[in-house]
Every structure is written in C-alpha cells, then in structure tokens.
C-alpha cells in the first residue's frame, strides 16, 4: 500500500524504489511533493533492507518538468519561503543520503527535475531524454542547486552554457558533456538501472558508501586536506570483515562474499 | 643509488621512471613507493630535468597496490605510510611537468598514481578504473580527490561507485587521457609531447603548473592574485628577455631556465 499522494515508494530485492508520481502535471514538484520526498529520503539510509535506490518519473512524457507553476507565488511573504527553504532542505537531504542514488530520466527533465537528477550519483537516460535549466527565461535562476551541482559534476567550461542560455539539451549532448552515464533505448531504461544497481550491490557496501563520503566531502576540502581525510577512511575500511574478505578473495582469485548488507 | 623496483633513467633533460615489477603488474608496495619517493627527491634536486616521464615496465603501467602487503599494515603503518599514497604524493611534488605513458592497465593505485601526473597519454590496449569496491576497499592513494577534479564529480562517481574499468578510448572521450596511440607508437607520442615542454620556459612552466594546481584549492580571487604575482616574477627573469628578443626576431627562443 502506498502511503503517498505524489510519490510511490517500494522495496525490491535491496532496491528502493522512488517514482515521482503526477503523471498529468509532468511529474511537476509542487509542495506536497517536496514534503513526501521529505518524508520518505532517509528510510534509504534507516531500513537495513535498502542497499541503494532507484529514482524515476511515472508516465511517458517525462522524468519531471520542475517546480509546479501553478503553485508560483502562493508563498505568504519572501522571508517565510527562505526560512521554509531551509527548515525542509529538500535538496541538501538528498545530497546527504549515504547510500548511492541512481535516477533513471525519460522525457523531459527541466528545472528542479534535471535538479534533482543532479542531486543523484548516477544519471541513466533514455534517448527520448531532455535536459534544460529553463529559470533564466522567466526571470530565475536555478533553485534546486544546480548552478552548485552540475559545474561539480561535469567540466564548468560545460556547465555554464546550459544554465545561461536555458536551452534543452537532449541526451547524446548530454552523455557527450558527462551529465549523463548511459543513454539507453526508453524500453531498456529501468532494466539498465537495475544492471547498475546490481554491479554496485556486488561490491562492499562499506567501502562504496565511504566512496561516496570521500569524492563529497573533498570536494569541498583543499586537496591536502581531502587526502588526509581519504587517507583515514581508507584506514578504516581496512578494519572491515568485508576487506578481509575481499582481500582474501582476491588472493584466492575468487568472487568475495562480502556479508555486510547495511 | 641503486633502484630495483624502480627503474630511473635520465636523457639529457629528460628523466623516464618505469615501474619495474613486471611479473606482478607493478604492483605498489612499500619498497616500491620509497624507492619512488626517493627518485622523485633526485629529481628535485638535479639541475636542469625539465620534464619527466613515468611509464610500467612489461605489459602493465601498474596493475594496483600490493594487496598481500595492504593486508599486513596496521592502522597507523597506513595513516603514516599508505604505499599507493605515498607514491602518488611522491609524484605531486614535482615541480616539472609530468607525463603519465599509460602502456596498460593503470588500475586503482596505477590510475592514483597516474592523475598525479599532468598530462596523461594512453596506448590503445589501456584499461583504466577503480576496482577497489569490488575488495571492500576504497581508493586510498588520492583517487577520491584528484579525479573528480580531473573529470568532475559525476564521472568520477560512476568509475569509483560501478567500480568497472574503461579502455582507453573512453578515458580520452572523458577527459582522463589527452591522446591515445598504438602500443607501439607511445614512447615515441610521450617524448614528442616532452620535447615540446622542455622547449618552453622551464621556469614558466613550472610556474603555469602551479598556478594551475594551487589555484584550484583556492578562491578566484585568491587564485587571480596567485597568478598575476606569479607572471610578475617571471618578467625578471632572463628566459622571459630572451623569449621576447626572439619574437621579435623571429627566431625560435633558447631558454636557460634562468
């Protein structure tokens, strides 16, 4: 049963499964959304069941046309929707969650829907997939992130285009800018992410989620200080039953049974 | 000194290092990353290397770390003295420009090893990745920080998070590599590139490469003023006299590195 109006949250075989579900408004983000994203982000982290989750869109037109317009301007003042901005940070949530996030894009992705993407580790799209940061052409700028996100995530000579021109971009552009790991036939989509799902549950859960902290966190870091920290997580997923194993397997030149699931 | 697992050879201005444990890939272990460590020191402090070039001896550029001996290491043997970190800060801290001639597979502490290189060239039969998840591990020779910074935080995700190695035609199409070239054809491809470094202003280029690196962990504004004091100090040297007299006489330059 799902608890959800606009989102459908399932379990499968150690996949979380997030589909954003207002087909008819495109998958547009409006508040309850917001919220239930909200609600339903960190029993990936809480569920010892969940080993990595799957986010897509519903419906055949798209992944998510961004925020809702029809919600625009219904904020009782300014000051209130920065500090709500803040008391429910939506996006830093995302960010924050541990374990890997794939996305799985069809159609459209614009505005907090390419966001949101963005806020994920690794983007599979369909060929039908289009891609745009449309906020400077109606007087905005992106607000879901992205003009932090994606000069992160690809070279910012190919970033800034995108975000100051407001134009789609479709999914051969953005498999050749690296916003995007795999473009793939719409009908393969899911199984595609499924396949990568299931590469990274092969490896040591341990040490793919400190991966994921080191490659975050030093980001942020001088580089100096990103070794150092790199330096210490390497120390202590060495500790882990899962690297003894997996040294162990690798000396014995066999698959690792790594035990650790959460 | 005497190098065995290293092999150290200097030509004129150039210095070639190869990794030189071809029957286990060249793998890093401790002896190794010293023994790197220390020719990175000679290298410093040799007049007149203008540029240098690492490469693998045999079929591998380097295969990894030594797991056996990763094994072995306490904690604190690991935090003082991780080999695949030690080698690859090794490498850092050269001032002069350094080529990555990747001969094959460039894995987990070999990719390390390689992004603390400037410039990376790949001959067509290279493998490049991160294993290191598929042990239980992580990268521990720098790979989390520098190579998000080489080819972003997305790509950098995918290759240590799927933990799948590339070939070498794809590590170009992501900027992970500038060239790639027939086996046969890398030494020669690596030299032709260092000939042309070494025919710049040795001081100048040193100096671009610091900017460059520095101004990354910096502000951009921090990293303006690095590079404008930096092109200062370069106007009092003779090398920026003599490439200027050249220009203007059509010449090519001849740079003293002075």
Redesign the interface.
Known sequence: MNAFETIIYEKRDGIAYITLNRPKALNAVNIKMRDELYQVLPAIDDDPEVMLAILKGAGDRGFSAGADVTEFGTVPSQAIGRQVRWERDLWGQFLSVSKPLIVAIHGFALGAGVEMSMCCDIRIAAEDARFGLPEVGIGMVPTAGGSQTMPRLVPLGMALAPILTGEIINAAEALRIGLVHQVVPKADLISTAENVAHKIMSRGQIAVRYAKEAIRRGLDLPLEQGLDMESKLIARVLTTEDAKEGIAAYREGRRPRFTFTN | MPYTSVKFERREQLVWLALNRPSVGNTINLQLANELSDACREISQADGVRAVIITGAGESFCSGAD??E??S?T?NE??QA?PA?LAS?AVASLNCPVIAAINGDALGAGLELALSCDIRIASENARLGFP?????????G?????L??I????????L?????PIDAGEAHR??LVTKVVPKEKLVEEAEEIAKRLISRAPIAVRYAKEAV?KG??MTLEQGLRLEADLSFLLQTTEDRAEGIKAFLEKRTAYFEGE
């Open positions: 797991l056996n990763l094994a290491l904690t690991l935090i991780n970190s800060r290191e998840t598929s042990y239980g591990l992580i990268p521990g720098g790979g989390t920080q520098r998000p910074r080819v972003g935080k997305g790509k950098a995700t995918e240590i998070l799927i933990a799948e992501i900027g690196n990354m962990d």
